[in-house]
């Protein structure tokens, strides 16, 4: 550096040693650029230096777009910026976008953020020339055929395609011509051939259902935002049971000095309701549900889980908002030396992940403390109820090298694994949910690929009973198995155990399949439904475990949802039920058990997804699958020894924004395409910014104005529904019959909050729940009727205030006859006043008395 000759800056550089403005003496200092070399990277300072230099545009010169996600994060949520990177990864054949095709998109994007680069010099050479577009608007509607990807084969044309169809295909002879083989070479390719054509089939079926693979990953993270060492404001301990852990959580956050009050849950929420509404609250936490219900004990699980649901409403409904921390033990595992010990804690983080998503600005996050309660680990806690950072899971861990480790959980994408486990089923295996959509599925797969004598037992509540049972049967049995179809319910123990006592044959393998979900909001989730929902997954899931032997078994598999791994809007039992089974899986796995759980997207066919939900995930982005596809997920997480793999097909340009609308979601940073579109949608609009439609209904003529805010919730609520149009939003029918559930409905009300320029209310779309209705009520946000009534008392007591005396010489007195005497032109009849030489107060008063006399005489 000190032999560089350095020039003068023509433009402002901000210094990632500094933070700050790079000065003419600093770029010059040799001793600048080896600290620039050695010090850590003050990446989140210099973002904040060019915001407040007025900075709204940034550009990223570099592969891919990590400093453009990582500058997303620094940007406050009431400040609008565009980010722009010029090189980025996409999902495809390849795995990468094409430099220039990305490189003009990035161009394009700077263009429309109203900084246009030099097109002329851009085009210079090519021919190109600028051409006039129509002066009338775009309709802004696509007219491309949808389709769904090949994913049999979806890779480029190459010039091995000729041979690899040829060898798919079997044709030997030009097999061999294509390899230029002679003749004495030739003898053995006919039996060589179908090998290596399953092979390549595998590799490509492999290759495509890598992009429907997913998998949690728990990373050591440092605190982004300043922290203090202990939580603002009083703290609600809430403690949902006698576990050690609520007493060591109390301890660790008094140490730190916190403001906490102790209150134990019962089941009767009133207590709990008075104390939440007494004072504000900066935050409660809700410590040791779960920890000491048995498994087996389904009243018992479906009372405590009733009990959370009546502490989240009652936590909703505070006077101010309250945010909701919930604290577990042993919930998770954040990596292969880190066991799950209590499963059944898992389903607060089910359902957590669902309050999330409906009452995003109430939760505060969720929290797994260590088995062991290292006093080290559980003194961090308090830091991260005082963080006010985005993350919402977390995990507290003992560090080998000392200290603690602070865990966030991602959701990253994994590839199929080399290793090729038999899949050559034999003997018994049990189908649970079997005459089923996927559990009849689920049967097919095992029979046509059985390798060996195969007993399918069959169960279902109606058992031989179930429609389609008889047609099921021949099939299966045409495949060549042996199968029983029994009516259980599984989630009853007694019967579960009558069934297996009854199989001449130990069981080999499971696959659980049998479950029941209905989306029902948070607010209307009451006991019954919560039993109806846990009772399959939860309840048969622990028959399972504790009445099969686990020594003959080779597989133990739970058919999960992405509900539970990633959370889904009116699904909150649901949720928490299918996130029982992840941690049961890992449980087992830790402990040497066979075990895998499936969380998977929507199915194509079959399935527990009905037609409503189809059509709500579709516009949301997850996209069904087809059941081939599905079931080779299945073989890969078998093969590979997973205890937990997601298999979706997920759009995430659409998922990401959606499900991150109405607050950040660090949960999908792991995921390339899913930060990148978030990176993509971070200007969206808040309250504060001056949206166009805030402008047109704030400036609409009084007789328009009805109409400009129909016409303006119908196009968001189109929008947000993906509708061709406000035209398909009709203004009186209720919003949950176009398929508005509770988070699209979250997405609404944020674009809404711009219309008016203030932040509404989670629940506007269900307190207003037609067009109609909604545009009444932000009419009257932004131009409140005139309240006359209201105002002539005002009016009165101003006067009442004013001396007779004033009044009668700025001559308001006569205007005041006239309105109490009604004359046409609101004042006293001047004429007559003159005529008879008296003044506006005797003739008021003269009036007067002639109406009390008219009274009199009445009586």
Same mark, same amino acid.
């Given at each position: ?344 804690? @898992? ?335 971070? @200007? ?39 509708? @061709? ?7 009186? +029918? ?23 320029? +203030? ?74 006043? @003159? ?25």
């Amino acid at each position: 550096a000190g032999q560089c000759v350095f020039g003068e800056l023509s433009v402002p550089v901000v210094s990632n040693v500094t933070g700050r403005l790079l000065s003419r003496e600093e770029m010059a200092s040799p001793g600048y650029w080896a600290r620039h070399v050695r010090q850590p990277v003050r990446f989140a300072d210099g973002v904040d230096t060019a915001l407040a230099a007025g900075v709204d545009v940034f550009v990223e010169c570099g592969p891919d777009n990590t400093a453009s996600a990582m500058a997303a994060q620094c940007v406050p949520e009431d400040q609008s910026v565009a980010l722009i990177p010029t090189l980025r990864r996409r999902s495809g054949q390849s795995g990468v976008e094409d430099e220039a095709e990305s490189f003009v998109a990035a161009l394009g994007a700077l263009h429309t953020a109203g900084h246009a680069p030099d097109w002329e010099a851009f085009y210079h050479g090519t021919g190109a020339k600028p051409v006039l577009l129509p002066t009338y608007a775009f309709q802004r509607q696509h007219y491309w055929l949808d389709t769904t990807p090949n994913h049999g084969n979806d890779r480029a044309h190459s010039p091995d395609d000729a041979l690899w169809n040829a060898l798919t295909a079997g044709r030997t002879e030009q097999v061999a011509d294509l390899l230029e083989l002679p003749a004495e070479s030739r003898a053995g390719l006919e039996s060589l051939v179908p090998h290596v054509a399953e092979w390549y089939r595998d590799r490509e079926a492999d290759t495509a259902l890598s992009e429907w693979l997913y998998e949690e990953h728990w990373e050591p993270v440092r605190p982004t935002t300043g922290t203090s060492s202990a939580p603002e404001g009083r703290w609600l301990l809430l403690a949902a049971s006698e576990d050690a852990v609520v007493d060591a959580t109390a301890r660790a956050l008094e140490a730190a000095g916190a403001d906490v009050e102790h209150i134990a849950v019962s089941s009767d929420p009133a207590p709990l309701v008075a104390r939440l509404e007494s004072q504000p609250w900066e935050g409660a936490l809700l410590v040791g549900a779960f920890a000491h219900q048995e498994q087996h004990d389904f009243p018992a699980l479906t009372a405590e889980l009733s009990r959370v649901v009546n502490l989240v409403e009652a936590v909703r409904r505070t006077p101010t908002t309250t945010r909701l921390w919930c604290v577990t033990r042993g919930a998770v595992s954040t990596g292969d030396a880190d066991a799950v010990h209590h499963p059944l804690q @898992s389903l607060v983080w089910g359902f957590g992940r669902v309050v999330g998503l409906e009452y995003p600005d109430h939760l505060g996050g969720l929290v797994d403390v260590p088995e062991n309660l290292d006093a080290t680990a559980l003194a961090e806690l308090p830091s991260v109820l005082a963080a006010h950072e985005d993350e919402d899971q977390l995990a507290l861990r003992p560090n080998p090298a000392g200290g603690v480790r602070r865990m966030v959980r991602r959701v990253i994408r994994t590839r199929p694994s080399n290793r090729r486990k038999d899949l050559a089923f034999e003997g018994a295996v049990l189908v649970t949910g079997g005459t089923g959509g996927l559990g009849a599925r689920t049967a097919r797969w095992l029979a046509e690929c059985a390798r060996g004598p195969l007993h399918l037992v069959l169960v279902s509540r109606r058992g031989g009973d179930a429609p389609g049972v008889g047609a099921l049967r021949t099939e299966l049995a045409e495949l060549g198995a042996k199968v029983t179809v029994a009516g259980c319910d599984v989630a009853d123990r007694g019967e579960l155990a009558r069934l297996l006592g009854g199989l001449d044959e130990p069981v080999r393998a499971v696959f659980h399949a049998a479950g029941t979900s209905e989306l029902v909001p948070l607010s209307q989730l009451d006991a019954e439904t919560i039993e109806t929902q846990l009772a399959s997954k939860v309840a048969g899931t622990a028959n399972l475990h504790e009445l099969l032997d686990p020594e003959p078994l080779e597989a133990f598999v739970l058919y999960g949802s992405i509900a539970g791994f990633w959370g889904s809007a009116e699904q909150g039992a649901y949720a928490a039920a299918n996130a029982f089974l992840d941690g049961l899986s890992r449980y087992r796995n830790d402990r040497g058990m066979a075990a895998t759980v499936l969380h998977w997207g929507p199915w194509a066919e079959g399935g527990m997804v009905t037609e409503e939900a189809d059509a709500q995930l579709r516009r949301r982005g997850l996209q069904p699958m087809a059941p081939e596809a599905a079931f080779r997920g299945l073989e890969l997480a078998l093969r590979g020894g997973r205890p937990s793999l997601v298999v979706a097909n997920v759009d995430w340009s659409r998922f990401a924004p959606s499900f991150s609308f109405a607050r950040s979601r660090p949960l999908l940073h792991g995921v390339a395409e899913a930060e990148l579109a978030l990176t993509e949608n971070s @200007s969206t609009g808040q309250p504060g910014d001056e949206s166009h439609q805030h402008t047109r209904l704030r400036d609409a003529a009084p007789e328009e104005r009805a109409d400009v805010a129909l016409d303006i919730v119908r196009e968001e609520v189109a929008a947000v529904l993906g509708m @061709s149009g406000p035209e398909a939003i009709a203004v009186d +029918q209720s919003f949950q019959e176009i398929g508005l559930d509770s988070l699209l409905a979250v997405q609404v009300q944020q674009r809404l909050s711009t219309v008016v320029d +203030q932040k509404l209310s989670p629940s506007l779309l269900f307190d207003h729940p037609t067009a109609r209705a909604l545009a009444e009520f932000l009419l009257e946000l932004i131009h409140p009727r005139r309240d006359e009534l209201a105002e002539a008392r005002e009016a009165i007591e101003v006067l009442q205030r004013v001396p007779a005396e004033r009044l009668e010489r700025e001559g308001l007195m006569k205007q005041l006859v006239g309105l109490v005497f009604h004359t046409d032109d609101g004042a006293a009849n001047e004429e007559t006043s @003159s005529e008879t030489g008296t003044d506006a107060g005797e003739e008021l008063f003269g009036r007067l008395d002639a109406q009390f006399s008219k009274l009199t005489d009445l009586e």
